[in-house]
Each structure stands twice: as C-alpha cells, then as structure tokens.
C-alpha cells in the first residue's frame, strides 16, 4: 500500500469568530429585571435561558443576566415554560 492510502483524511479547519460580549461592546445597554423586552433575547422560545457559550456573553454579564430572567420570571413578567398551542 502506499502512503496516499494510508493518508488520514485531513478536515479543514473552519474559523469561527469569536463572539463579543454584547453589554460589554455597548455600555448603555443595561440588564434590568423589568425589560423583558431586552430579556427576551436571551431566551429560547420554549422559556430556556441560553448558555454563555452560544450567546457569547462574558461570565459577569451571563450571570447578572441569569439573575435577571429568574427575577422578571418571578414576577410574571417572562414565562418560566412556553404554552403549548396545540392542544
């Protein structure tokens, strides 16, 4: 055998940029429990808060962010689950 069969498939690496923390990038956007509006953003639509890695937050803005959709939910501000419309 040769050693271009033996060869690995070699994958390509992709590069992904790396994402910016949004309330670090603009200071005049603040976390705040009675916003939902900006709350909602960091919601799956079933009611799930997304993790740090998939919206890029830093670890001190994740967690005034976590602290904040549980203080709106609490309130009834946001949902804690989404309703089901197919019943």
Request: proline residues 5%; glycine residues 2%; aromatic residues 8%.
């Amino acid at each position: 055998m040769t050693q271009e069969r033996m060869a690995p498939n070699k994958r390509k690496r992709l590069f992904r940029r790396r994402k910016i923390c949004r309330f670090c990038a603009d200071t005049s956007i603040t976390i705040d429990y009675k916003d939902p509006r900006t709350l909602r953003f960091f919601t799956t639509e079933r009611g799930k808060i997304i993790p740090r890695r998939v919206s890029g937050n830093c670890a001190k803005h994740q967690r005034k962010l976590t602290t904040a959709i549980k203080r709106a939910r609490t309130i009834a501000l946001m949902p804690y689950a989404a309703t089901l419309s197919h019943y």
